[in-house]
């Protein structure tokens, strides 16, 4: 009889004839494929007879053949070998030179940054060994750039208001001197502060840190306490004969010969509820006259 003669439990084709029986394939043939042929090999001639799950009436049941599920492919670990064709990412894909010198980039980075920390934290710090020893290190590292001020946080905060004026000796077009009045300088930065938003950091700071740097190189009778003490006479006087220029313009008013600068400190009155009694009139602290420099009287300052 041939092998695909006509049999009760076959298929029956699409008209309605019966169909025929496809060669069954051998188990050991079947578990010899792969997944993708054992599911095709299932699904022509190793299907289950009479259509679906089980067989038909007097038959018995069969199993569908399914594919076995591919292997996932592990992770490499760290420090492992690439696979062959797994694309680099990040540093891994510099060449060896460049992978160099990021490392070295990153290092100097870092120590950078370890470096700065601890200076800022030794120049706030309370006087210890370190600072005693390299106290003149660390301030040439903070300031004045990185300089911290934590006064606001201090035991006992800061309870004057201190204003800085100026006036000036001008000489006018015609030749003569005239002697201007005191301008509060720190006035007019209150008011250019006052309902601004987003005030500039010059506004805030440029002349009041310009009068501590000044007082904290000098002596109550005005006298230098070391180099940094001419520095800050000339940073001051600058910033006011610029400020001068600003509000009289030499156009107008002259070229000015010489600045005098004086401070005007004001204590901060309690509230109403307290008892405590500080006195309000200002107390000044004026300076001597200083002359300006040539580049400055030109307005090389302005």
Sequence with gaps: MDAYDEDSGARPGPDGSA????????????????GAEAAGAADSGGADDGGGDFGGEGS???????????????????????????????????????????????AVVGVAACVHLLMVFLSLAPAN???????????????????????????????????VQVRAVVRAKDGGLRTTGW??????????????????HTQQNELRRAWDFFTATHSTDNRSLGMRGSLSEQ?????VVMRLYRTYPADREGVIQRVQIRSSTTN??????????????????????WTVTAGEAAGGVR
């Design 268 to 289: 901060v009155q309690p509230p109403e509820w307290s008892r405590e009694r500080v006195p309000d009139k200002p107390v000044y602290r004026v300076l001597p006259w």
């Design 60 to 106: 018995s049941p069969r199993s569908k053949t399914t594919a076995e599920p591919a292997t996932p492919v592990a992770s490499p670990e760290p420090g492992a070998p690439l696979p062959p064709g797994m694309p680099r990412t990040g540093v891994a894909a510099l060449s060896p030179r460049y992978q160099v010198v990021a490392a070295l980039a990153l």
């Design 235 to 239: 940073y001051l006087r600058r910033i």
């Design 129 to 163: 060994t370190v600072t005693k020893q390299h106290g003149k290190a660390v301030e040439e590292w903070v300031y004045p750039e990185f300089e911290q001020n934590w006064k606001l946080f201090a035991p006992n905060p800061l309870q004057q208001n201190i204003a």
């Design 19 to 34: 169909g025929t029986r496809l060669p069954e394939i051998p188990p050991a043939r079947l578990d010899s494929l792969t």
């Design 183 to 200: 301008t509060d300088l720190s006035a007019q930065d209150g008011a250019a502060i006052d309902g601004n938003l987003v005030p500039s």
